[in-house]
């Protein structure tokens, strides 16, 4: 058993670093049009060092998306890569902008369920636009029945119970939260499928 989840460790290792961009999984580069007004590039709210988000969620044991972070979360947020003139800061680190004060937040599957190709096609609905954490369900703010607009696909996931998205749960809390991305850990990827978003 465990030969089998070394393998797909690998190969999944293999697959990201030759990864040149979300492209050839299918996934937009470019943000869906609502996110346009919400993340066009004019106040910059945070400028956000890539490395602490890769390091907490490597050290809490999701190997492959630290990977897939690593190489790829700037193409992922809205205008995440697109840096204002001037900015030393921005090209002197591996960074990330978030504009307009908005929160992300991105569930990283455990490393089992990328065994599974398809599940690499539906990558882009694990990161929302949204600030959900344990404070967001005790506010009510998120809440059963609620729909959270993800990055770049056009079909939202839909909160079905507390710290369960799309019938999937949360299973660790704020790997990391520096109050614009936001990191939790869910135990399988979001089936695309799920209901009719």
């Given at each position: 058993?465990?030969?089998?989840?070394?393998?797909?460790?690998?190969?999944?290792?293999?697959?990201?670093?030759?990864?040149?961009?979300?492209?050839?999984?299918?996934?937009?580069?470019?943000?869906?049009?609502?996110?346009?007004?919400?993340?066009?590039?004019?106040?910059?709210?945070?400028?956000?060092?890539?490395?602490?988000?890769?390091?907490?969620?490597?050290?809490?044991?999701?190997?492959?998306?630290?990977?897939?972070?690593?190489?790829?979360?700037?193409t992922v947020v809205?205008?995440?890569?697109?840096?204002?003139?001037?900015?030393?800061?921005?090209?002197?680190?591996?960074?990330?902008?978030?504009?307009?004060?908005?929160?992300?937040?991105?569930?990283?599957?455990?490393?089992?369920?990328?065994?599974?190709?398809?599940?690499?096609?539906?990558?882009?609905?694990?990161?929302?636009?949204?600030?959900?954490?344990?404070?967001a369900f005790n506010?009510?703010?998120?809440?059963?029945?609620?729909?959270?607009?993800?990055?770049?696909?056009?079909?939202?996931?839909?909160?079905?119970?507390?710290?369960?998205?799309?019938?999937?749960?949360?299973?660790?809390?704020?790997?990391?939260?520096?109050?614009?991305?936001?990191?939790?850990?869910?135990?399988?990827?979001?089936?695309?499928?799920?209901?009719?978003?």
């Amino acid at each position: 058993m465990a030969s089998k989840y070394t393998l797909a460790f690998l190969l999944a290792v293999v697959f990201v670093q030759t990864l040149p961009t979300f492209q050839s999984l299918g996934i937009p580069t470019e943000p869906r049009e609502e996110l346009i007004s919400m993340f066009k590039p004019s106040e910059i709210n945070a400028i956000i060092e890539v490395d602490g988000i890769i390091d907490a969620v490597w050290d809490a044991g999701f190997k492959i998306m630290s990977l897939i972070l690593q190489n790829h979360l700037h193409t992922v947020v809205p205008f995440g890569g697109t840096y204002p003139a001037g900015c030393r800061l921005c090209y002197a680190t591996d960074s990330v902008i978030i504009y307009n004060n908005n929160t992300i937040t991105i569930f990283v599957p455990v490393d089992e369920s990328f065994s599974d190709y398809e599940n690499w096609k539906v990558l882009e609905y694990q990161f929302v636009i949204a600030k959900v954490d344990k404070e967001a369900f005790n506010s009510g703010s998120v809440q059963r029945g609620s729909e959270l607009l993800t990055c770049h696909s056009y079909r939202n996931v839909l909160v079905t119970g507390y710290g369960s998205i799309n019938n999937v749960n949360i299973t660790h809390w704020n790997i990391y939260n520096d109050g614009h991305i936001i990191v939790h850990g869910v135990q399988n990827f979001f089936n695309c499928r799920f209901g009719s978003l």
